[in-house]
């Protein structure tokens, strides 16, 4: 309460001194706060109320949410609901709405209720964040530095039209001149003013200041902020701030002064009502949901932030917090929280920022001394201080972090799977891949995002004519195809699920690809397998029957040309054993093709076998300009095999090498390289010769292809080799790229515990 012994001056001290703590609790808070009746007629509402909602104290007070139209017809029965709630004492919030504001702009607000007592009456304290981002563009800005640089022709129109009151003096006390806003202040014409004197606009209580302070100018000696009655022409009486400075002329006497009013009546008539509402001010501050703490920032010699003092906080920041008022008020911040600087060592320079700077922030922090997260909005009623408005976040903040959690898991689950997965929306577009997919295409994920699928996959403008999303799309159903995918050169097995968000509302489908290759090969190998094991069965009945009259005809002709023959008949002679010895070879070749026989299997070393092989090839590869690159594993184990069948098989695969180079370009390079992969070791014989033709690759193991000239080749060579490796359980298969070699693998499986 204020003292009635109080004097005029001391009196109008005291209540510029409660106007300017109210202010700091909730006048000048981040957030608008108001009050509202149980019908959510306003009461009350701070200047943050008034620029969230577009409405002067005065229009919004006695009306409610729904006079002022401040809500969409679609948020009514929500607003009435918080109504019905706070008026049975229940508090509300945070919800969200989206507000009209008075100019017709639309924003969104969080607001946040409670029913208090006052004055014997439950009314309703609400508080409301503008939740809207607000960017301040180069444009704004640009206008306020234009706005500072007016030229001297717009600070006089400023004068002349300027809302405050301004007037100028002479040393005689006659009024030199006026701008609009006096003379519609005081009610007088410009004429009128410049036949009076200063004493003339004054009230009576004001007069005697008024000649102290007249005194004190024609000294040369300015004044400020002197609160003074003036009385306008039809007698009614207002208050003005009156500052005054003293114009010299060039010899430095004084001749004149210039006078700033500030209207202050409206200011002096809530005086009487600023006394009756500072105890709902000090209501709101107690009542306030949020933790408040009005703080001083302490400083070093450097003038650094060290540390803050507590100068008051309310209720709410008890129970956020859990530090009792009594042990923080008056106490350093690291006496009351002895390991913050620890835990939290931006805090203190955060607060001191804005302190110093008066520049607002915003943030949120984890409080590690307390274990608690907390939104923190920060801003500074005045130099070296500053006030901390602030939620617990912690729940939010610990379901964020599971929410975050179970998003990477999901990421790391997508990724981790080795077939190409994707989602298409309607337009085959992708909106999200694996990286198995992106892998396969050279890409990165976020480079194929928005890109057609069909695009990126068959390098085509239109989709594919057995596609399977094209297929889900129309029947919202799962659905599946098998193709052979020429940009990537494998098979493919795609399958696809609709993907919806309800009420037959298809968003697009899950795209799976899998690579079949493997399986293709397995298939294809088993039909070989079986035309291998006819075609042989019919080879060796042929060779059997070729066999002997090639012997008689080898023998017969070896003996006429031991004789004395004519030259021209042994010419003839010897092509004819020649051809017969050929035709002998391909039999015999035959037969071992044909025949079905239990390989002699014994532990060997697979670098042991390719070493023999390449010492029989030294001499043939030394002509022919042929080097060859060892890229063998030191830790190969030695597996269970026929010896001299497999060196059969990487003979006729370095021979076969050896032949398409020379008739390329004369010379060449085979790399070897042998690897263990699980239970299976890997041998492969890469040349840089010619390639293989796409077309040829699938029949290099049927029986009597060739692509050789005739009589450079049975074409049953890498048949024999895929029989004998067929024997020992494993795989051999081709690979190439035209005009960039071939590569030959052999894959055999490792027994007896290696």
Request: proline share 4%.
């Given at each position: 309460?204020?003292?009635?012994?109080?004097t005029?001056?001391?009196?109008?001290?005291?209540?510029?001194?409660?106007?300017?703590?109210?202010?700091?609790?909730?006048e000048?808070?981040?957030?608008?706060?108001?009050?509202?009746?149980l019908?959510?007629?306003?009461?009350?509402?701070?200047?943050?109320?008034?620029?969230?909602?577009?409405?002067?104290?005065?229009?919004?007070?006695?009306?409610?949410?729904?006079?002022?139209?401040?809500?969409?017809?679609?948020?009514?029965?929500?607003?009435?609901?918080?109504?019905?709630?706070?008026?049975?004492?229940?508090?509300?919030?945070?919800?969200?709405?989206?507000l009209?504001?008075?100019?017709?702009?639309?924003?969104?607000?969080?607001?946040?209720?409670?029913?208090?007592?006052?004055?014997?009456?439950?009314?309703?304290?609400?508080?409301?964040?503008?939740?809207?981002e607000?960017?301040?563009?180069d444009?704004?800005?640009?206008?306020?530095?234009?706005?500072?640089?007016?030229?001297?022709?717009?600070?006089?129109?400023?004068?002349?039209?300027?809302p405050?009151?301004?007037?100028?003096?002479?040393?005689d006390?006659s009024?030199?001149?006026?701008?609009?806003?006096?003379?519609?202040?005081?009610?007088?014409s410009?004429?009128?003013?410049?036949?009076?004197s200063?004493?003339?606009?004054?009230?009576?209580?004001?007069?005697?200041?008024?000649?102290?302070?007249?005194?004190?100018?024609?000294?040369?000696?300015?004044?400020?902020?002197?609160?003074?009655?003036?009385?306008?022409?039809?007698?009614?009486?207002?208050?003005?701030?009156l500052?005054?400075?003293?114009?010299?002329?060039?010899?430095?006497?004084?001749?004149?002064?210039?006078?700033?009013?500030?209207?202050?009546?409206?200011?002096?008539?809530?005086?009487?009502?600023?006394?009756?509402?500072?105890e709902?001010?000090?209501?709101?501050?107690?009542?306030?949901?949020?933790?408040?703490?009005l703080?001083?920032?302490?400083?070093?010699?450097?003038?650094?932030?060290?540390?803050?003092?507590?100068?008051?906080?309310?209720?709410?920041?008890?129970?956020?917090?859990?530090?009792?008022?009594?042990?923080?008020?008056?106490?350093?911040?690291?006496e009351a929280?002895?390991?913050?600087?620890?835990?939290?060592p931006?805090?203190?320079?955060?607060?001191?920022?804005?302190?110093?700077?008066?520049?607002?922030?915003?943030?949120?922090?984890?409080?590690?001394?307390?274990?608690?997260?907390?939104?923190?909005?920060?801003?500074?009623?005045?130099?070296?201080?500053f006030?901390?408005?602030?939620?617990?976040?912690?729940?939010?903040?610990?379901?964020?972090?599971?929410?975050?959690?179970?998003?990477?898991?999901w990421?790391?689950?997508?990724?981790?799977?080795?077939?190409?997965v994707?989602?298409?929306?309607?337009?085959?577009?992708?909106?999200?891949?694996?990286?198995?997919?992106?892998?396969?295409?050279g890409?990165?994920?976020?480079?194929?995002?928005?890109k057609?699928c069909?695009?990126?996959?068959?390098?085509?403008?239109?989709?594919?004519?057995?596609?399977?999303?094209?297929?889900?799309?129309?029947?919202?159903?799962?659905?599946s195809?098998?193709?052979l995918e020429?940009?990537?050169?494998?098979?493919?097995?795609?399958?696809?699920?609709?993907?919806s968000?309800?009420?037959?509302?298809?968003?697009?489908?899950?795209?799976?690809?899998?690579?079949?290759?493997?399986?293709?090969?397995?298939?294809?190998?088993?039909?070989?397998?079986?035309?291998?094991?006819?075609?042989?069965?019919l080879?060796?009945?042929?060779?059997h029957?070729?066999n002997?009259?090639?012997?008689?005809?080898?023998?017969?002709?070896?003996?006429?040309?031991?004789?004395?023959?004519?030259?021209?008949?042994?010419?003839?002679?010897?092509?004819?054993?020649?051809?017969?010895?050929?035709?002998?070879?391909?039999?015999?070749n035959l037969?071992?093709?044909?025949?079905?026989?239990?390989?002699?299997?014994?532990?060997?070393?697979?670098?042991n076998?390719?070493?023999?092989?390449?010492?029989?090839?030294?001499?043939?590869?030394?002509?022919?300009?042929?080097?060859?690159?060892?890229?063998?594993?030191?830790d190969?184990?030695?597996?269970?095999?026929?010896?001299?069948?497999?060196?059969?098989?990487?003979?006729?695969?370095?021979?076969?090498?050896?032949?398409?180079?020379?008739?390329?370009?004369?010379?060449?390079?085979?790399?070897?390289?042998?690897?263990?992969?699980?239970?299976?070791?890997?041998?492969?014989?890469?040349?840089?010769?010619?390639?293989?033709?796409?077309?040829?690759?699938?029949?290099?193991?049927?029986?009597?292809?060739?692509?050789?000239?005739?009589?450079?080749?049975?074409?049953?060579?890498?048949?024999?080799?895929?029989?004998?490796?067929?024997?020992?359980?494993?795989?051999?298969?081709?690979?190439?790229?035209l005009?960039?070699?071939a590569?030959?693998?052999?894959?055999?499986?490792?027994?007896?515990?290696?």
């Amino acid at each position: 309460m204020i003292s009635t012994h109080l004097t005029k001056e001391e009196l109008a001290r005291k209540l510029r001194e409660s106007e300017e703590n109210l202010k700091v609790y909730v006048e000048d808070a981040p957030d608008g706060i108001y009050l509202t009746d149980l019908k959510g007629n306003f009461l009350y509402g701070n200047k943050q109320a008034e620029e969230i909602t577009g409405y002067t104290k005065q229009e919004l007070m006695g009306k409610s949410f729904l006079n002022l139209n401040l809500l969409p017809p679609k948020y009514l029965p929500k607003a009435i609901k918080l109504l019905t709630l706070n008026a049975a004492g229940k508090t509300t919030g945070p919800d969200t709405f989206e507000l009209v504001r008075k100019d017709g702009r639309k924003i969104w607000i969080e607001i946040k209720t409670k029913p208090i007592e006052q004055f014997g009456k439950t009314v309703v304290i609400g508080f409301v964040r503008d939740i809207a981002e607000r960017k301040r563009t180069d444009e704004e800005w640009k206008k306020m530095t234009d706005a500072l640089q007016i030229s001297e022709a717009r600070y006089k129109d400023l004068y002349e039209n300027a809302p405050i009151v301004y007037y100028s003096v002479g040393t005689d006390g006659s009024l030199k001149g006026s701008n609009k806003a006096a003379q519609l202040w005081l009610g007088f014409s410009p004429d009128e003013l410049r036949r009076m004197s200063i004493f003339d606009i004054y009230a009576e209580e004001s007069r005697a200041r008024v000649r102290t302070l007249f005194a004190r100018f024609q000294q040369g000696i300015s004044s400020e902020n002197e609160e003074l009655v003036y009385q306008r022409k039809n007698g009614e009486k207002v208050y003005g701030l009156l500052t005054f400075s003293v114009v010299r002329d060039e010899g430095g006497q004084v001749v004149a002064s210039r006078s700033v009013v500030k209207d202050i009546t409206e200011y002096k008539r809530a005086e009487e009502t600023l006394r009756e509402s500072e105890e709902s001010y000090r209501s709101l501050f107690k009542n306030m949901i949020n933790g408040y703490a009005l703080c001083k920032i302490l400083v070093d010699e450097e003038n650094k932030p060290v540390d803050f003092l507590y100068i008051d906080v309310n209720e709410a920041f008890e129970k956020l917090t859990g530090l009792k008022k009594e042990d923080v008020i008056g106490k350093k911040v690291t006496e009351a929280i002895p390991s913050i600087k620890a835990s939290n060592p931006e805090l203190i320079p955060i607060y001191g920022e804005v302190a110093a700077t008066g520049k607002p922030i915003a943030f949120e922090v984890l409080i590690k001394s307390l274990d608690i997260w907390l939104a923190i909005s920060v801003y500074s009623p005045r130099k070296d201080y500053f006030v901390a408005v602030f939620d617990n976040i912690t729940e939010r903040k610990n379901m964020e972090k599971q929410l975050k959690r179970a998003a990477e898991e999901w990421r790391n689950t997508f990724d981790s799977i080795t077939d190409l997965v994707s989602i298409q929306d309607k337009d085959f577009k992708l909106v999200r891949v694996n990286k198995a997919f992106a892998n396969a295409f050279g890409a990165s994920p976020k480079e194929l995002i928005g890109k057609h699928c069909y695009e990126v996959v068959h390098k085509t403008n239109v989709p594919y004519p057995n596609c399977p999303h094209k297929r889900t799309l129309k029947t919202m159903a799962a659905a599946s195809a098998e193709f052979l995918e020429p940009s990537l050169g494998i098979y493919l097995e795609v399958a696809t699920s609709p993907l919806s968000a309800g009420k037959g509302r298809h968003l697009g489908s899950v795209h799976v690809a899998r690579d079949i290759n493997e399986r293709k090969r397995m298939q294809e190998q088993l039909m070989l397998a079986d035309r291998l094991s006819s075609i042989g069965e019919l080879a060796s009945g042929v060779a059997h029957e070729l066999n002997n009259p090639l012997t008689s005809v080898i023998g017969f002709s070896q003996l006429l040309l031991e004789k004395e023959l004519p030259d021209e008949i042994k010419e003839d002679l010897s092509l004819v054993n020649s051809e017969a010895q050929r035709a002998a070879a391909v039999v015999k070749n035959l037969l071992t093709f044909a025949r079905k026989h239990t390989p002699a299997k014994q532990l060997c070393q697979i670098h042991n076998i390719i070493e023999d092989v390449l010492k029989l090839r030294a001499y043939e590869q030394t002509v022919s300009n042929i080097t060859v690159d060892r890229q063998f594993a030191v830790d190969l184990p030695e597996i269970t095999i026929d010896y001299f069948q497999m060196q059969q098989v990487f003979l006729n695969i370095i021979v076969n090498a050896e032949f398409a180079m020379t008739e390329a370009h004369r010379n060449g390079k085979i790399t070897i390289t042998t690897q263990r992969l699980d239970n299976t070791v890997r041998v492969s014989f890469a040349d840089n010769g010619p390639g293989i033709p796409k077309e040829n690759l699938s029949r290099l193991f049927d029986p009597f292809f060739t692509t050789k000239e005739v009589g450079k080749g049975t074409g049953l060579g890498l048949s024999i080799c895929h029989g004998i490796v067929s024997e020992h359980g494993g795989k051999i298969y081709a690979r190439s790229q035209l005009g960039k070699g071939a590569t030959f693998v052999v894959e055999l499986p490792v027994t007896n515990g290696h």
